[in-house]
């Protein structure tokens, strides 16, 4: 009985050291030697300095930025409190909190996207469809004292499309959109 104990507390032991960090610290060492941008977070730098993750969304509510979709992790894209707010479609808060959405998203009578008022299922989402930046030039385009048509080029070229032409849906990057527009308006 003692033999049988030993043997399981040792191979207990040694499969929590080989799974839980030989193997961890295995695949990330290889991440980083094959693919560092993508192991490391895809940090987006600017003039030298890191403004964020291609992962992970960020607030934008000035009216001369592209908005992101809501958050409903943490205060707002906490990537330790990632969730969704499990509120079912009758919920009062969830329509109370759309409506307030929809409210300060909207430019008229054209409906407004649904990605711009509900939050993704993590809360994180960086991406917001062709769409919903579509719907908000006009918005920054009179913020930032810029023809439309020149927002709606700078739209289309930071569409990603469907990876392999079939998976996902075409998507922008609010981020990198952002910067984008930020280094047209400085004119470069």
Not at 66 to 95: C, E, M, Q, W
Not at 114 to 119: E, F, K, Q, R, S
């Amino acid at each position: 009985m003692r033999n049988h104990l030993t043997t399981a507390i040792l191979y207990t032991l040694i499969t929590g050291l080989v799974l839980g960090l030989g193997y961890p610290l295995a695949i990330t060492a290889i991440a980083h030697l094959v693919m560092p941008g993508k192991a490391s977070g895809q940090l987006i730098t600017e003039n030298g300095q890191i403004v964020g993750s291609a992962l992970i969304g960020q607030p934008f509510t000035g009216p001369g930025y592209f908005h992101s979709r809501p958050s409903v992790a943490g205060a707002g894209y906490d990537a330790g409190n990632s969730s969704g707010s499990n509120l079912g479609p009758t919920s009062k808060t969830l329509i109370d909190r759309v409506d307030a959405s929809v409210k300060a998203e909207s430019n008229g009578d054209a409906p407004v996207p649904v990605d711009l008022v509900t939050a993704s299922a993590s809360g994180l989402d960086p991406d917001i469809t062709p769409a919903a930046a579509l719907y908000q030039v006009h918005r920054v385009a009179q913020q930032r004292h810029l023809p439309d048509a020149t927002l709606q080029t700078l739209v289309q070229q930071n569409i990603t499309p469907r990876q392999l032409g079939l998976l996902g849906e075409p998507r922008i990057n609010v981020l990198a959109l952002n910067l984008a527009l930020d280094r047209l308006a400085r004119g470069r």
